[in-house]
């Protein structure tokens, strides 16, 4: 079965630090575009950031904030959430999509396209002021 799991989530202060793991099994995340979007509550889906290959992509709201990397050996892609603020609280999820510019049109569209073919149960971030 081909599948993403999210963890790290969690209650953390404003200006802390979380680091988001979006565990892949069935399929190497390194042959796909990976994704995390977010959702708070009430409020609509918003694309986060997204990579493959190297290719990288921020929304404007976390750039210079967060940080995507994949780890290969762990067949992973992590979130790395620093100067965390309130309004990122959230439940994130990741995703998978066979190609990259696909991936990047439903994160930076804030869109959960079709082209999203794996999608996690998602993860609960609770930033505190």
């Known amino acids: 079965e081909v599948q993403v799991v999210e963890s790290g989530g969690g209650l953390v202060q404003a200006g802390g630090s979380l680091r988001l793991s979006c565990v892949g099994s069935g399929f190497r995340v390194g042959d796909y575009a990976i994704g995390w979007f977010r959702q708070a509550s009430g409020k609509e889906l918003e694309g986060v950031s997204c990579t493959e290959n190297g290719s990288i992509y921020y929304a404007d709201s976390v750039k210079g904030r967060f940080t995507i990397s994949e780890d290969s050996t762990n067949n992973a892609v992590y979130l790395q959430m620093n100067s965390l603020k309130p309004e990122d609280t959230a439940v994130y999820y990741c995703?998978?999509?066979?190609?990259?510019?696909?991936?990047?049109?439903?994160?930076?569209?804030?869109?959960?396209?079709?082209?999203?073919?794996?999608w996690g149960q998602g993860t609960l971030v609770t930033v505190s002021s």
């Open positions: 995703a998978a999509a066979e190609d990259y510019l696909s991936m990047l049109y439903a994160v930076s569209s804030d869109q959960r396209t079709g082209a999203l073919e794996v």
